[in-house]
């Protein structure tokens, strides 16, 4: 049987990027580790649930370029070092 958009074979963005969403998630952690912020910190100082980075770190949550901007400076750096990293360890899986 066909769905009404876009047939039986749709698989969601999220369950697409799964392994890319990892990789992100263990950029940012390590990022976030080297910079000796702890998860629930960094979350307080987004004002927001320390589950919220733990679903990112984990790879189980999207985040949209302006979170990954928000994160970065609530851990004290460039986002443009997370992007490069992220960009590197993806060439390399």
């Known amino acids: 049987m066909t769905a009404r958009y876009g ?3 749709r698989t969601s963005t999220k369950a697409k990027l799964a392994t890319e969403l990892r990789i992100l998630g263990q950029v940012l952690a390590g ?4 910079a000796g912020v702890k998860q629930a910190d ?7 649930p ?3 980075l733990s679903k990112i770190e984990n790879g189980t949550r999207r985040l949209d370029v302006v979170e990954l901007i928000r994160i970065a400076e609530a851990i004290g750096v460039d986002p443009a070092e997370i992007v490069r990293e992220v960009t590197t ?3 390399n899986r």
């Open 7 to 9: 047939g039986t074979d």
């Open 31 to 34: 990022t976030r580790e080297r």
């Open 42 to 48: 960094a979350a307080a100082r987004l004002g927001l």
């Open 50 to 52: 320390p589950s919220y």
């Open 89 to 91: 360890a993806l060439r």
